[in-house]
């Protein structure tokens, strides 16, 4: 004989939770939601001025003013020559370690290429060193010697060829720098021997001749000024 039929829904019925515990969890999860709430809120109240304010920027104001012209120089420069130069520059940072016990290097190899410009000043030149003898039309210079204007390197085609830094030595950053300002100085050095500074003078002589000539001087001489005349 089969035994009474059992309700499918009374496992659920006899565990589920008494009115009274249910009240007890009700009530545990409803603080636990209060101090929550409350922890979030304290937080909220911390990082939404952070949050939400906008973050305030730095701002550069240019306040425009009128240009002054402090001093205005003409320049009358007479460009004659340049010298085109290649230089390699070794260079080398030794460097003493372990209470001088090691010796370490940092080097490099810099091919340089630069361009020297050499010409005349003509804005040394004073009253007294232009002549101009109306009735057989010759015309009477003193130059100033020629000088070098500028000294550059071509960063196109300079270059550092090799760099070896040794195990102990520490790297010299300024090391290239050098490099490049002793090629500079190396260049000048370089233009200025042999007969760059006749050249220089023969150049000169012949554009200030034509530019004479133009002017209505049937013949030119040239004087030039030994390095530090004084000029007009």
Do not use: C
């Not at 939770?17 to 709430?37: E, H, K, T």
């Not at 039309?137 to 090799?162: H, I, M, Q």
């Not at 040794?166 to 200025?192: D, F, G, M, V």
Request: aromatic content about 2%; hydrophobic content about 45%.
């Amino acid at each position: 004989m089969e035994g009474p039929l059992q309700d499918p829904y009374a496992s659920v019925a006899v565990h589920a939770p008494r009115p009274r515990a249910q009240a007890g969890r009700a009530a545990r999860i409803a603080l636990l939601v209060v101090a929550l709430v409350a922890s979030v809120g304290l937080g909220a109240l911390v990082v939404a001025p952070r949050l939400g304010a906008p973050v305030p920027s730095s701002v550069v104001v240019v306040r425009p003013s009128p240009a002054l012209v402090i001093a205005i120089r003409d320049l009358a420069r007479l460009e004659t020559t340049e010298v085109h130069v290649e230089k390699v520059v070794d260079l080398a940072d030794r460097q003493s370690r372990l209470f001088g016990l090691v010796q370490a290097t940092d080097a490099l190899l810099l091919v340089a290429v630069g361009h020297v410009t050499i010409g005349v000043d003509l804005a040394r030149i004073g009253e007294g060193d232009i002549a101009m003898d109306p009735e057989t039309g010759v015309a009477r210079l003193t130059l100033p010697a020629p000088e070098v204007f500028s000294t550059r390197l071509d960063e196109g085609e300079t270059y550092v060829y090799t760099r070896s830094t040794s195990l102990l030595a520490r790297r010299n950053e300024q090391l290239e720098a050098r490099a490049r300002k002793e090629a500079t100085a190396a260049i000048e050095k370089a233009a200025l021997e042999g007969d760059v500074m006749a050249r220089a003078k023969a150049q000169a002589e012949r554009q200030i001749t034509a530019l004479a000539t133009q002017l209505g001087a049937k013949r030119v001489e040239i004087r030039w000024r030994e390095v530090g005349g004084g000029g007009g």
